[in-house]
């Protein structure tokens, strides 16, 4: 598919999962995988701030990008920390030719395999409220169209966050933040359960809510929270099926 | 319950905190059991002990909707009319001076641990600056409470804190795992985890590692920690 094709259709579905009861993690998780399909990096993840301006890992396309945001995290180092602070993209930076911005970043990032980062902030209305980072394992940099797509994703994620309609009460921009990180959290104590419950690794254990929200039309929250409720058996849960095309 | 000597000290300036940074007329922090019974940990001043003993009396207002429903909850102005969301609660607080109540779950994930209460006496909503402090606050305190459930130093309060360190994801995780080892909610997993990170002076982040690849797990028969049987599926 053509580059322009490939963008415009992206967008169309991601559009598309933004009506109605949505779940905000599965999008931004939908979202980095996405990106990776369309801008040429090999990883993609978003992370947002509390509304005390600490920084929470919510979505990512793979496991190392994972780690990576994490590890930016625990050591308060790195693009994703230095583009949320500053509100400004970081583009095309090559890891390695500047060690010293990032001497404990850079070096974890090299090691799992990736040479340079891009990084677009998340900002409404002159606020910055998180981050949306692409890192690159092969050579080349992002093009003037990959960047200008970026963003396109980076404004989609934001929309995403603002449209969702989490609380009854105050929805404020807060609110809806507040609610994605603690979903987020309650994802990862399910996980835990799913793993002791059914032996299975933490990715798998995520899959399979994720499978199971699919097939029951349910969010992805929704899910993981009936999971630390014990309102369901980790075991009962759907185990995702390869997908067929 | 009543907290008593330094940790009584640290919730009572947690609650002064609160009222200051959100330059409000009361603060309280309620405390929920898991069948969400609520208890006061601390109030700031009399007016919030006034607002907090009606809600516990009365079973009904900001700290019992956001403890249970885990969502802020306001009542901007408690003198309207218009479908008061606690019937009884409202006019009570009314004339006791209140003109406006919210209420913040105090939570990390799905454990959830209370509320913050915030009073105000005169109607309105809260300025966007007030509610990032409050929001704010009530992950401070999520953490302050974990802490102290875990019967943790009041150094290492500060220290929790003071720090940019959050809980991280391995914790989270690791109480998962723990939940369903000792048929226990979340909530007492992660304090029995912080618990046992202190007793053995361990990093918390070390010992959510070793539940995870499955070097230590929490024997529900004997109602301690033991050693696992190694790592089975990849984590």
């Known amino acids: ?245 | 319950m009543a907290e008593h000597g330094a940790r009584g000290d640290v919730a009572r300036s947690l609650c002064s905190v609160a009222a200051e940074i959100t330059e409000l007329d009361g603060a309280a922090i309620s405390l929920a059991s898991e069948g969400n019974e609520m208890t006061t940990l601390c109030i700031s001043n009399d007016f919030a002990r006034t607002l907090m003993d009606l809600e516990i009396t009365l079973r009904e207002g900001p700290a019992f909707e956001a403890s249970a429903g885990g969502v802020v909850v306001q009542d901007v102005d408690l003198s309207s009319p218009s479908a008061p969301q606690w019937m009884m609660y409202a006019s009570q607080a009314a004339a006791a001076g209140a003109g406006a109540v919210f209420g913040f779950p105090v939570r990390i994930g799905a454990a959830s641990f209370g509320a913050l209460s915030l009073y105000r006496e005169d109607p309105g909503q809260l300025s966007d600056a007030q509610m990032s402090d409050a929001y704010l606050m009530a992950s401070v305190i999520a953490r302050a409470v974990l802490t102290m459930q875990a019967g943790s130093p009041i150094g290492e309060l500060a220290e929790e804190l003071h720090g940019q360190s959050g809980l991280d994801f391995r914790v989270h995780q690791a109480a998962g795992m723990v939940a369903v080892q000792g048929s226990m909610s979340v909530r007492t997993a992660l304090v029995l985890i912080r618990t046992h990170a202190f007793a053995e002076a361990m990093e918390i982040s070390l010992l959510a590692e070793q539940i995870i690849s499955r070097s230590t797990r929490f024997d529900h028969d004997t109602d301690s920690w033991v050693a696992g049987t190694g790592s089975k599926g990849s984590t």
């Not at chain 1, 259709?9 to 779940?23: H, P, R």
């Not at chain 1, 933040?177 to 987020?184: G, H």
Request: glycine residues 6%; contains cysteine.
């Open chain 1, 1 to 245: 598919m053509a580059r322009e094709s490939l963008v415009i259709s992206t967008l169309v579905e991601l559009a598309d999962n933004l009506v109605d009861d949505y779940d905000v993690i599965d999008v931004l998780t939908v979202l980095s995988d996405r990106c990776v399909e369309t801008v040429d990096v090999d990883a993609a993840g978003v992370m947002l701030a509390w509304p005390g301006g600490e920084l929470q890992f919510v979505a990512s396309s793979s496991d190392s990008m994972r780690v990576l945001e994490l590890f930016q995290i625990q050591v308060d180092e790195g693009p994703c920390v230095d583009c949320y602070r500053d509100g400004q993209p970081i583009v095309n930076h090559m890891l390695g030719s500047d060690n010293d911005r990032w001497p404990r970043f850079t070096p974890r990032a090299i090691e799992l395999g990736f040479t340079s980062v891009n990084c677009v902030p998340l900002r409404l209305r002159g606020r910055t409220i998180g981050a949306l980072n692409f890192f690159s394992s092969h050579e080349g940099l992002l093009t003037v169209e990959d960047v200008v797509v970026a963003r396109g994703f980076a404004d989609v994620a934001t929309i995403a966050i603002l449209q969702h309609q989490s609380s009854q009460n105050a929805n404020t921009l807060n609110d809806q933040l507040s609610n994605a990180l603690n979903s987020r959290i309650i994802i990862e104590q399910a996980k835990g359960m799913i793993r002791q419950a059914t032996d299975s690794g933490m990715d798998e254990a995520f899959d399979r809510m994720r499978a199971h929200a699919r097939n029951h039309n349910e969010g992805l929250t929704e899910v993981a929270i009936a999971v630390v409720s014990n309102s369901i058996d980790p075991v009962a849960l759907d185990v995702l099926k390869p997908k067929k095309h």
